[in-house]
Structures are given as structure tokens and as C-alpha cells.
């Protein structure tokens, strides 16, 4: 068995698969991390593979301990010091997860960079977020939406500990809310939703004081590296008051990345910016995302939520539902088809209603509107009987439902569901 | 605790509040206008010769003055003693300004939310409010007192200019009581800050941490307290634990929870 701090794969016995978890090792988070490692619950030699790696590593058995076994859901957890109570050179970060059960794709042992369960707070009598349980894989680029109020804000907070949950429990980037907190802050990215930048101080200036916060190595080089990607590089040394919004929200997206976080959390990134600016904004989350970053982004705007998220939630003290935004689509609405017919009567609809794939169908003019479960399977189907019929089919189109609808079809039946705290 | 990280928030305030016009007139004004009076004071009193009450105080001085002064310059001297109190009000209300701007300047600008989402502590973040905003106040007070010394000097003499340092109580004044006022006062514009909204009210509420220490001038004014040497050394010694005191409140004052939450 050989243990490797430097590679995302860590080889060990027993056909295990292993994969380096967490923020990539510095000796900036050397001291904070020691050893953090967690093995699928699933494989019965779990406890044997922590220890044998603990042994591998030259550092005492006897000084392992395992502080939690729910962690991480599936896994257990282990903290080693080294024996003589030296900080470790480099942190051994590791989540060995079981292909026990033969599946060996990488994202069968995936864990979650972000991962809730119960999570609640509330002020006072006031429920800001309740029951919150949301799973966020590592590289996803999730959205969460809702409208102002609903908590969205608390929940970034929460999981940037920045407040503390009333209830419940949050894993970010394998480290757990309220215990690992100075971890997680050094290894998670927020851009709050004003840029809350130093106006009176340059841009440079800026960066350099949060490079010196996060404790970053190569300061002026991480800095230099986000100002010339963001296009600020040759405006370092103006004044942040002299920044355009759009600039002010591109200074403080670097100041977000200067650490090299996993987790990015954006609150509202391109509110108040105009098209252009906001377009920029936009390529550059997708870029971030490219690069296998998590990223928890907050938005009102819901067309920025469709066209960037790989999956959406939706918000409202609780949240209502969660999945891509396609299948938010088809959750809420069904699939529908639009069928424009030369000649179409009543008798064609009632055929057609007949169906067992088909769900709905409302005849409007000559055109038939269907509701199916799956168009791809469903419309040679439907095509073959209408042609069977005599009907001369013209045209044959999907319906797209905007985000805006489901997101406003949702809120309406929140409303309706749920009564006031 | 990290030293790197308290220089960074120290360096930061410095760089940004000093910029504030405000601040710094404020910064100017007042070491300067606490030593314009005592100066003022001594070109009306310094030049005029001892009467009868100056004379028995002279006597009663004598004692206790340094060596080589005659009965004039050691009265002389104790005049000049009677006005060290105003050189801890400049320690305590120059810190205000600066504390106010610090922590509600922060809140009017949304900056304080992405500090703490950095690895930084509370205490971390406090101490380097607490310096930023004490060095200069201390700075500013020794500058203050220089010139105190300079005018002594020409106004009255050189030896009242040689022998107003050279005794020890103002150097616990100026070196122990003047910072220890600084910290006091940061904290309790700390503690302040933290629950109102603006820059203007916090200063005008933080001021308030003047008000025991005018009792102390009132007293000395009205005859009731005598600035002495076990005096100077009591009030050094209860700083300590009342500035001890009140960065521990200051610390549970400044809630991350309820600063995000409630600051608008």
C-alpha cells in the first residue's frame, strides 16, 4: 500500500479506489489539516485500510483516532498526528472509496463537494431556511434560486460559516460546518452580493490584502495571475471607487479565486450589471466550472440560471424542488408537443387522447398541443396514428418552457402548500 | 494567532481610513488642540511672578521638585503637572474616530462580509482594529506632549523644559496610561460600532468613554483629586484589568452572526 499526498489517485491494496479529497495540499493549511481521511463505509475493511495507510505514512497507529463516523455519509474519518506532535510537511488528505460492489466509475465514489442534511436556521421565530438536504458534486455548477427572503443568502452563509446553523449539519469540501470552520473559509471562494471593496484603495492593493489573509505563498504572483485574467492588470494601481460595477464584480470574482478554492459561492453575481458586463461574468463562471470547480451560485436571474447550472434548487425557506433545469421543466409541465395540422377536428384530439403514452391534449385552431412523458420515443407513435387518421401533419415542434414559468408555477404552489411560520 | 494577518489588518486600516479626510483632520486637530490650551495657559501664567498663595504652594512643592530648580520654577512645574490629565484625553478621543470609521465604515460598504469569510479570527481582526486605531492615538499624544515640552522650554525656561520629562510619573502617563486609554477607548468605539448603523452615531456615542475621565479633571479642577504619582500608578494599574475587560466584551459584542445578519 503507498500513500501519495500529490496525485488524485491513491493507489492501495485490495482493488481499492482512491482519490485525493479536498483542497490541494499547502503549507499554508498544513497545520489545520493534518491528516483528513475517509474510507466507504460499504467495504468491510474499511478501518484496516485507514490504519494501514496511517502505518504507511511512518506516523504512529496509536495516534489515529477516528473523531467521527457521519462525517460524510457512506465513510468513515480519521485524524492522524505524527507521534512526536509535529505538524505533518504536507497534509494527507484522502477519501478512499469502495468499489466493494464492482462499479468502478469515478463518479460512483464521487463524494459531494457540498453536502446537507436538516439544515436549519431560523432568527428568533423567523425561519430563514428549514430542512434544507441538498448534495452538490464536485465540478457541478448548481443554482439556487428563489425569490428575496428565501434564504438563499442564509444558506451561503451557513456554508461559508460565516453563521452558524441552527439545526442540522453541513459537510463543504469534506470538512463539516461548525468544526472545521477555519478550514473551510481557507478552502471555499465567496463573492458576497455587493463587492464590498476597499474604494479608496487600488485595485492591487485590494488583492494584496486578502492574498496576505488566505495566507496565499506566491502572493504577488496569484494576484497578478486573476487581475491580468479578469483584464484589470493594467488598471492595478487604480482606485477600486474608480471602477466601473462591472469591474468592481470582476475584482472582487479575484479576490474570491486568488486562494485556488474548490468551492466557489456566488451570491447574485451579475445583478446590477449591465448585459455586457454581466455576459463577461457569465464566460468566466463557465470557464471557472471548466476547470472542475464546485460552484454555488445564488441568482434572481433565471435565464443565467438555465443557461450555467447544471442543476437548480429552488428555494423557498424550503426547498421545492431540485433537479436540471430540463427536468424541472418536464417535472412541472410535462413534455409537450405541438402538432400543426392542414385540417384538424374534436375526433382527432379524443384519438389522440386515446393514447396510453399521452397524458393531455388540448386541439387549438389547427393545432394539437400533446402532452407525453417522452417526445423522442412517443411522436413516431403519435405521427403513425394521426397519418392513419388522413390528417396532414405540418409541422412538429417542442414545447420550451422559459425557467421563468417553472420557477413562477413553483412559487404559486408553494404559496398554496405552505402556511405562514 | 497570526501576527501576519493582524499586520495585514493594521496595514489595511491604516491605508484606508487614513484616507478619509474626516479621520484625519480629526487625527490633526485634536493632539493639536489639547496642546494649544496648556500652551496657551502657561504664556498667560508662565512669564507672571509668584504671589502670596504661589509662594506657600511653592514651599510646598519644593520637596518633591528635582534638584537645581528654584521655589518659582517648581511651582512653575507643578502648573505644568496639573495639565498631563489633557494628555489622556487625547489618547482616549483620538481612537474614536478612527474605531467608528473602522468597524461602521466596514458595515456602510459591505467589506466586513468578505474579511470574515477569510481564515482571520475574531480576536485576530480586533487586535488589529484595536493597533491601527491605538498607535496613532499614542503616537499622536507623544507628539503632542513634545511639543508641550518644546513650548515649557521657551516660555519658561530650560530647565522646566529638562525637568517636566524627567519625572517618572509622566513617563508612566505618557508610556502606560495613554495607550491602556487608546485600547479602552477602540474597544468601547468597538462595542458601540458593532450595534448601531452609523459612522456619525458611533463616534458620538463611543465619545462617551470621556465621561469618567472627566469626573477625574472635574475633581482635580475643584480640588478633590491630586494627580500624584500613587494616583497615576493606581489608574495604571486598573486600566490594565478594565482594558482587559473590555476586549473581552468587545470580542463577544462583535458577533459574526448577528453583524451579517442584522447590518443593513
Known sequence: MQLDTGKRVVPCAARPYSTIHGPPPTRANALDIQTFLCVCKSRPDSEEILRALAASSGWAPGRFTFPSRSLIPHCLHGTMLPADGRPPALPVVAVVGGNWGGDTSEDRFREPMIHTENLTKHFGDTFAVENLNLDVAEGEVFGFLGPNGAGKTTTVRMLTCLIKPTSGSAMVNGFRVGRDDKIIRRTVGLLTETPGLYDRLSALHNLQIYASLYEIEDRAGQVEKYLRMLGLWERRHELAATFSKGMKQKLALARALMHEPRVLFLDEPTAALDPEAAYLVREFIAGLSREGRTIFVCTHNLDEADRLCDRIGVLKTRLLMIDTPERLRANLFGRQVVLRLRRADASIAEAVLELPFVDDCRLTDNELVVTVEKPELHNPQLIRLLVGLGVEVQFVSEVRRSLEEVYLQLMKEAEQSQGPH | ?264
Open chain 2, 1 to 264: 494567532m497570526s501576527i501576519e494577518k493582524i499586520k495585514t489588518i493594521i496595514r489595511k486600516e491604516w491605508a484606508d481610513v487614513f484616507k478619509h479626510r474626516l479621520v484625519l483632520l480629526s487625527m490633526l486637530f485634536i493632539p493639536v488642540a489639547f496642546t494649544t490650551v496648556p500652551v496657551a495657559a502657561l504664556m498667560v501664567t508662565g512669564a507672571a511672578q509668584i504671589g502670596e498663595v504661589g509662594k506657600e504652594l511653592a514651599a510646598q512643592a519644593s520637596p518633591i521638585c528635582p534638584p537645581g530648580l528654584t521655589a518659582l520654577q517648581c511651582y512653575q512645574l507643578q502648573v505644568l503637572n496639573q495639565f498631563m490629565l489633557l494628555f489622556m484625553f487625547t489618547p482616549l478621543i483620538l481612537p474614536v474616530t478612527i474605531a467608528a470609521y473602522s468597524i461602521v465604515g466596514e458595515k456602510t460598504t459591505h467589506s466586513l462580509e468578505p474579511i470574515l469569510a477569510t481564515p482571520i479570527t475574531t480576536i485576530e481582526l480586533l487586535v488589529g482594529k484595536n493597533l491601527a486605531a491605538a498607535i496613532p492615538a499614542t503616537i499622536g499624544t507623544w507628539f503632542g506632549f513634545l511639543i508641550y515640552v518644546a513650548a515649557a522650554g521657551l516660555l519658561m525656561g530650560l530647565p522646566l523644559a529638562r525637568a517636566l520629562p524627567s519625572q517618572a510619573v509622566w513617563w508612566v502617563a505618557l508610556l502606560l496610561i495613554g495607550p491602556q486609554l487608546s485600547i479602552l477607548s477602540v474597544n468601547f468605539a468597538m462595542m458601540v460600532s458593532s450595534r448601531v448603523n452609523e459612522p456619525h452615531v458611533a463616534e458620538q456615542l463611543s465619545a462617551l468613554v470621556v465621561l469618567p475621565l472627566l469626573l477625574i479633571f472635574f475633581g482635580q479642577v475643584g480640588g478633590l483629586i491630586i494627580l500624584d504619582r500613587s494616583l497615576i500608578l493606581q489608574l495604571a494599574v486598573g486600566l490594565v484589568g478594565v482594558d482587559g475587560l473590555l476586549f473581552y466584551l468587545a470580542v463577544r459584542v462583535f458577533d459574526r452572526e448577528t453583524i451579517l445578519s442584522r447590518w443593513r
